[in-house]
């Protein structure tokens, strides 16, 4: 395997990663439900991505075979403890496809004035429009994922621009207008902002220098999303005040400097946003699903021995990081083109998904789509409590991993994960009825007593997307 990462080319995939079109909901949601004191719920996650950041890149330095969230669960928790994981990242994605979608029909109801129908009618087309697209073929392009992440930036950088001269200090007063439970809340709904660090924990072994370059990769992206993420809290308080919980935040700054032109701007960025994103995450889930179903068919029909279940560590396997190349990296949202265009026998990357969907994941997207977009139309339900339900999922991947590094790492990435292990555990808590399906997930997980195979090289596979990134998307 070739090392062909330097310092920028590996800062602009980890910011690719972390950011994504969440950013054009997320802040608005915080802020109608904690007010001002949303900003707090910033700050903390802030806090808790720079320990995620510690844990992967210990991980996949450390444990370069270990293959993606899903391997590192199971070589520190036992295989029904990775598989839990596996299953819970691909739920995320399935819930978060049309979540996505819901975001470019926000603008578009925005522009058109049409109003919560508008905009479920629109994201459910480009739902189905997203499936037809992969059913038939797609081949992610890397120049495109970064033209998707340029355009993000592009759209939040004009939107703090223009809003940031309207700011007045009234508008942080009452500072926790709804109390600070409320600030917890607000942090399970960012959490889906903070999602991305273990998409890319497999890169680390494409570094030349690892142990030199990835601090200053991590340093810099991080401080690059720190800055992103806390203009843009900061100004949707500061200047659009009682309007600050708008569900299409950044149309809103837009407009404070542009106009009705920013409402068209805005209504444009996110629907290309949408259909890049949701595209990436349906490439990921088909290929993590294709992983699984490789894994399911190469079990072993003995019932789990001593030592595979919950919380028994599974020896990596020796295979000298190699299957990073290709691809055991379930749950490692980086596209195949992101993370070196060819695997290790030359072929296509594996994210071009021509007639590779299996047609159950594409009735799992459909059915997720009914059960999530048709009761927001009806106004069952609000849009924050969607939110939560993929956000959930990934918390107990977080979880998970955690609990794994705190097993596998040694000194500092460690203590990391206990910190961090600690703050997940806390913003669950706050998810309420979002809980259920994830753990629905993680029990029939659970019950398959079946033995997984080692991670290796034959699953290869690049999910390409974390909900709510260009993934992750998380990538």
Not at 415 to 432: D, K, M, N, P
Request: glycine letters at 14%; one cysteine or more.
């Amino acid at each position: 395997m070739s090392s062909d990462i330097g310092v920028v080319r590996g800062t602009a995939l980890y910011i690719g990663a972390l950011l994504g079109p969440g950013l054009l909901l997320l802040p608005g949601l915080a802020a109608h439900q904690a007010g001002p004191a949303s900003i707090v719920a910033w700050v903390v996650l802030l806090g808790a991505s720079a320990l995620f950041a510690v844990v992967f890149a210990a991980l996949g330095v450390r444990h370069p075979s270990a293959g993606g969230v899903w391997g590192y669960a199971r070589a520190g928790l036992g295989d029904r403890a990775g598989r839990a994981v596996a299953w819970c990242f691909l739920a995320g994605v399935i819930a978060g496809a049309p979540i996505v979608c819901v975001i470019g029909g926000n603008y578009v109801a925005e522009l058109t004035g049409g109003g919560v129908r508008v905009a479920a009618t629109t994201a459910a087309l480009l739902l189905l429009g997203a499936l037809g697209v992969v059913a038939r073929g797609l081949r992610t392009s890397s120049t495109v994922q970064f033209g998707l992440v340029a355009l993000l930036l592009a759209v939040v950088v004009g939107a703090v621009a223009s809003a940031a001269p309207a700011s007045a200090a009234a508008n942080w007063t009452p500072f926790a207008p709804h109390g600070w439970s409320a600030v917890g809340r607000a942090a399970a709904t960012l959490m889906l902002a903070f999602v991305g660090w273990e998409a890319i924990a497999p890169l680390t072994t494409r570094f030349a220098q690892p142990r030199r370059q990835l601090p200053v990769v991590i340093a810099i992206a991080f401080a690059a999303t720190t800055v992103v993420y806390l203009a843009l809290g900061t100004v949707t308080v500061a200047a659009l005040g009682p309007r600050a919980g708008t569900e299409v935040p950044l149309a809103a700054l837009l407009t404070l400097g542009l106009g009705d032109a920013g409402t068209a701007v805005a209504a444009v960025g996110a629907v290309v946003l949408t259909v890049g994103a949701v595209l990436a995450y349906m490439s990921g889930a088909a290929g993590l699903a294709r992983a699984l179903r490789t894994a399911g068919a190469q079990q072993s029909a003995s019932r789990t021995g001593p030592g595979t279940g919950w919380g028994a560590p599974v020896p990596l396997p020796e295979s000298g990081g190699r299957d990073l190349r290709g691809a055991a990296d379930l749950g490692a949202a980086v596209p195949a083109s992101r993370s070196g265009g060819r695997d290790q026998g030359g072929a296509r990357p594996a994210d071009d998904l021509r007639g590779t969907m299996p047609a159950w994941l594409a009735l799992a997207i459909l059915a997720s789509g009914a059960i999530l977009i048709v009761p927001l139309a009806t106004g069952a339900i609000g849009l924050a409590t969607l939110v939560n339900v993929p956000t959930t999922f990934f918390l107990v991947v977080y979880l998970g991993c955690t609990a794994a590094g705190w097993r596998l790492l040694r000194g500092i990435p460690r203590a990391c994960s206990a910190v961090a292990f600690g703050i997940v555990a806390v913003v669950l808590g706050f998810c309420g009825a979002a809980l259920i399906p994830a753990a629905l997930v993680t029990a029939a997980a659970a019950v398959n007593r079946k033995r997984p195979p080692e991670p290796a090289d034959r699953l290869t596979h690049h999910p390409a997307g974390t909900p709510l990134k260009a993934a992750r998307s998380r990538s």
